[in-house]
């Protein structure tokens, strides 16, 4: 039966050049191999449900699967293959293969310069050019099946039942090409409507062929090798392509993309793993990070015929979007590959999951195909993942990568929690709880210590600072810590935890003496302020914003975090102190002295426990780092405000450093897309994180970045509502 298929697209603009350092670099890289093998870890310890993953196995087992593999956080959670087969089985990809081989062969044209996305096909097929009308079609429409080019299958009937150019293009003794550059019609205007086209996409790997004149390799088999499979570790006898073998046209090995493709089912998720990561591959940046999201993002062009039964996605450039919601239960920046009989191969990467399954049709027939693939596949799956984010995808942070576990630098080993605040000195002041600071240590072990650090997060040099009317004794629960730093005018002020609830104490001379004021009594059990730039530069106004879970204590999460902000003259008093609310209708916030009366400003049942915020001047966004838990799950949402509305930058389950229970992105070493994480745990792997441990992480940004909405110094009052 036939499949009705789309891809996916987006921004059409600004990439072609990024790409050109990338073409040099191909075959070195190429050369040099890859040294990755998968690791697999039990689902729960990866955010999904293990018996559910069972449960879906156990249906899909009934629905003529015979691979499934399921892969979160680089991760294989779940692998399950049918009496018989195994993971070297070869799976016929059917259409798949026109991500695996025509997109990626596409990808590396384009990610090359060799071939422009809008090119008019007819500047790689010269027969084009003087026909009226396929003169008009081009690159993207090609890639879309938006071409107008008549399929070569008929409704009802196999390939064998076909006749005339249709039985030839699928037959084993003409030569394909030859049948969809010169025999198929065009039956309707280019661009004016979707119409899945098989001899269209063999058009494509004609055009695509034809543009590798002169390159190191000129065919696609050769260049999938050398810039995709080698590197990736995919070796030769995990992939095939080419039904009987290649055409010759031309003067050119031409191979279908369209079909006749076997691999591996772990070879299909390699192929995945480097689409979710951007084209980078263990470091190596194979292909440009700008044309991979080009590929997998909505390429504007008509979408397909739609029903409930069967919810046929977007097209972009030989792969599948999810980025109007159609598939209702999956993130929208899922993105997908299919072929006849459900193969299926799904990426996630808000969620960081790959999925393949191999087999026959889920439903018997493919009539339906998105609407069983969404039934028996998507829906179920994502009922398997436990630890789905309560935001969106942010549009301004694509994802957020670490550096190498190797590469964490641990001082003060044996103290942790360390909230920091950048100070009018150009120093950066920190209070750590249960240990003995930074080297050469204290007399004695401190609940409550003070620290200050100089340099870099490249050089750093760390020393404690020793105050008799601020340090406190007690382990654990028992004695009293800080959750919060902040430098305002000079002062330095620390939220303080453990004491019932909190208390706000403040030093005048760098954290040597320190006097101590009110307490919360309801609420902001662990309050941490928003920081700004150095002594508070760049506030966004007068006030000083303080976020905290909504419960009396840091030692559990709870379902939402609570906002207050106080003009920073009146930071001591307690009478002085405005509750968010809500927002009103316009979206501005409402304000409330009434502590009763405070509403969420996040709301995450279950998972809101230790948190820490900073604005991000360059992107212009307010960036909260909050655990979910004490061992390891964590996340960093962002907003335009400090009140939201929120979306997704990073979302962990388990961040692999069991027992990390501590997040902070100190102002003073954000330097564009490079962060560094200061955070504690516990030991793990030998390795014991009970430190001032520095993490690097990069923020890959989506490109252009919005304006924000204010200026850091536009006077919030302007557009905030005073609650009752």
């Given amino acids: 039966m036939r499949l009705t298929h789309t891809i ?64 979160r956080n680089d991760r294989i959670v779940y692998e399950w293959y049918a009496p018989g087969h195994g993971p070297d089985r070869h799976w016929h990809t059917a259409s798949l293969a026109k991500q695996l081989l025509g997109g990626m062969s596409l990808l590396v044209a384009l990610n090359d310069g060799r071939i422009r996305v809008d090119d008019p096909a007819w500047k790689y097929i010269p027969a084009w050019e003087a026909d009226p009308v396929k003169s008009q079609i081009t690159i993207r429409h ?49 661009g004016a409507g979707y119409a899945y086209s098989n001899p269209g996409m063999a058009a494509l790997a004609y055009a695509v062929t034809a543009s590798l004149r ?57 192929v995945a793993r480097l689409m979710l990561r951007r084209g980078d591959w263990q470091g190596r940046q194979l292909l440009t990070p700008a044309w991979v999201e080009e590929m997998v993002s909505y390429a504007g062009t008509p979408l397909p015929p739609r029903s409930a039964d069967n919810p046929q996605p977007a097209a972009g450039l030989c792969w599948y979007t999810n980025f109007d919601g159609v598939w209702a239960s999956l993130p929208r920046d899922a993105f997908a590959g299919a072929g006849a009989g459900h193969q299926l191969l799904l990426v996630v990467p808000s969620l960081d999951l790959i999925v393949v399954r191999m087999g026959e049709s889920l439903e018997g027939n493919d009539e339906e195909f998105w609407g069983g693939s969404e039934r028996h596949v998507f829906d179920p799956l994502m009922r398997a993942i436990a630890d789905r984010s309560p935001y969106p995808p942010s549009d301004i942070i694509r994802s957020v990568s670490f550096a190498p576990v190797s590469a964490i630098v641990r001082h003060a080993v044996g103290s942790d929690n360390w909230p920091i605040t950048w100070g009018d000195d150009d120093r950066q002041y920190a209070g750590y709880g249960d240990g003995w600071g930074f080297a050469p240590g204290t007399d004695r072990k401190l609940s409550l210590g003070f620290a200050k650090i100089a340099g870099s997060a490249d050089d750093f040099r760390g020393a404690n600072v020793r105050s008799a009317s601020g340090e406190r004794e007690g382990e654990g629960e028992r004695g009293p810590k800080a959750s919060g730093m902040l430098m305002v005018d000079g002062v330095l002020y620390m939220w303080v935890r453990n004491v019932g609830n909190s208390q706000l104490a403040w030093s ?61 003259e009146r930071l001591r008093d307690r009478s002085a102190y405005e509750l968010f609310a809500s927002l009103d209708a316009s979206g501005r916030p409402i304000w409330t002295r009434d502590i009763t009366r405070r509403g969420a400003v996040f709301e995450y049942p279950g998972r809101c426990a230790r948190t820490d915020a900073v604005y991000h001047p360059e992107i212009k966004r307010y960036l909260l780092a909050l655990a979910f838990d004490r061992d390891g799950g964590w996340g960093i949402f962002d907003a335009p405000e400090p009140w939201g509305p929120w979306t997704t930058a990073y979302h962990a389950a388990n961040w692999n450093l069991r027992g990390v229970h501590s997040y902070r992105l100190p102002s003073k070493w954000i330097d564009g897309s490079t962060l560094h994480l200061v955070f504690s745990g516990h030991e793990h792997d030998g390795v014991d994180y009970d430190a001032f441990c520095v993490r690097r992480l990069r923020l890959d940004l989506r490109s252009p970045v919005p304006s924000a909405r204010h200026d850091s110094r536009t006077p919030a009052r302007a557009r905030d509502q005073q609650g009752p």
């Fill in 8 to 71: 996916c697209r987006g921004r059409r603009a600004m990439v072609e050049a990024a790409a050109l350092f990338l073409v040099v670099a191909g075959a070195s890289v190429a050369a040099a191999g890859s040294a990755f093998t998968w690791q697999t870890a039990s689902p729960e310890s990866q955010g999904m449900d293990g018996a559910k993953l069972d449960t879906l196995r156990d249906a899909l087992a009934q629905r003529r699967t015979r691979a499934l593999v399921v892969i």
């Fill in 142 to 190: 090609l890639a879309t099946h938006s071409s107008g080019i008549e399929d070569a299958n008929s409704p009802g009937k196999s390939h064998h039942q076909l006749e005339g150019w249709k039985r030839d293009f699928w037959s084993a003794t003409a030569d394909p090409f030859s049948v969809a550059l010169n025999q198929a019609p065009v039956v309707f205007p280019p």
């Fill in 508 to 568: 005048a001379d760098h954290g040597r003496t320190w006097q101590w004021g009110f307490r919360f009594d309801t609420s902001f059990g662990c309050p941490t302020f928003l920081n700004f730039g150095r002594n508070y530069a760049g506030a966004r106004d007068d006030y000083v914003y303080t976020y905290s879970p909504d419960g009396p204590s840091a030692y559990e999460s709870y379902d939402r975090l609570v906002l207050a902000r106080v003009r920073k």
């Fill in 214 to 270: 002169g390159a190191p390799q000129s065919d696609l088999r050769a260049l999938l090798k050398q810039r995709i499979m080698d590197p990736i570790g995919v070796p030769p006898s995990d992939w095939r392509i080419g039904y009987e073998g290649p055409s010759q046209l031309d003067g050119m090995k031409l191979y279908a993309n369209w079909g006749g493709a076997t691999c591996t089912a772990r070879a299909v998720a390699r």
